[in-house]
């Protein structure tokens, strides 16, 4: 069987819309409506319906979707073992989300070449959806995610429960001016607890979507925002930061994202890795 009839199968589940599963995949709907015939004539069943509501899975299609899943996985990972670096037993393919990366993914990978010298890496980043949506296609064996939704044949484990605090470069700390405030993006649920907490900060001068631009930014500009805890920590134990009182903190968790059929032997090392890393969490991470 064509693997991109499996891997189009897959988006129009994850989508519930053959338009927007054939914007994901760079093809035409026509292109993605012909797959699925020639899944559904391979079959022998009808595996969606179309109403209102989408594309939603009949009762064959359910029952596909786990094999269909494991068969991408499975293609996946034979593609990245063949492709194994001379010196190496396998490769570990690991996405991390943009917010999240510094300085986790670097310790992460200083811990690996020495503990796991054997497996070869590689590393991207990216956003959630598609860091999730790598990892259940088996292109990712594991992502590392802020909040990440849950997904069938998908296991998530808590790696870290971090803090977001509302830190300055001001001399007297206090709930700044929307002009003197750098919003940075850590996702809906922060945006949305932020909103209650402080509504008059809605229209700030700055809004960075990435958290290390963000605190780079506020170092070089000056200016008040929310960061994690543990990244700006030697700048508060130095004194170029400031923790603004009487604020509230934000919880930020990171979570480890993986198959459940995951291949043991190069998945546990790096989950091992990940656990330690944030276990020791270096005070002067920056």
């Known amino acids: ?16 819309s053959f338009q927007r599963a054939a914007e994901r995949l760079h093809v035409t709907q026509t292109s993605v409506s012909a797959r699925v015939r020639t899944l559904e004539e391979l079959l022998g069943r009808p595996l969606f319906v179309r109403n209102k509501a989408g594309a ?64 070869a890496i590689r590393t991207e980043v990216g956003f959630p959806h598609d860091l999730l949506d790598k990892v259940a296609a088996g292109v990712l064996d ?32 206090r709930v700044p001016k929307p002009a003197d405030y750098v919003y940075v993006d850590w996702g809906p649920e922060f945006a949305a ?33 929310y960061f994690r805890h543990d990244v700006v920590r030697s700048h508060l134990e130095s004194g170029r930061l400031r923790r603004v009182p009487n604020t509230p903190e ?8 993986y198959a459940v059929g995951a291949d043991v032997a190069i998945v546990e090392p790096a989950l091992q890795g990940l656990r330690q890393v944030v276990k020791t969490k270096p005070a002067n991470a920056d």
């Open 193 to 225: 607890q932020h909103g209650l907490a402080f509504p008059e900060l809605s229209n700030a001068a700055v809004m960075a979507g990435l958290g290390p631009l963000g605190r780079e930014y506020l170092l070089a500009a000056g200016g008040t925002g």
């Open 142 to 173: 594991i992502a590392i995610a802020y909040a990440p939704q849950q997904r069938p044949g998908l296991r998530v484990e808590l790696l870290i429960e971090e803090k977001l605090v509302m830190v300055t470069t001001a001399q007297r700390p």
């Open 56 to 119: 939603v899975l009949t009762a064959a299609g359910e029952q596909f979707l786990p094999h269909a899943t494991t068969l991408v996985q499975v293609w996946e990972r034979a593609r990245h073992q063949v492709a194994v670096p001379s010196g190496s037993r396998a490769v570990l393919a690991i996405g991390c989300e943009i917010s999240l990366w510094d300085p986790l993914l670097l310790q992460w990978l200083l811990w690996m070449r020495t503990a796991a010298p054997q497996l």
């Open 1 to 16: 069987m064509d693997i991109n009839l499996a891997r189009t199968f897959l988006a129009i589940v994850d989508t519930r």
């Open 250 to 257: 934000f919880l930020y968790p990171a979570y480890a994202v």
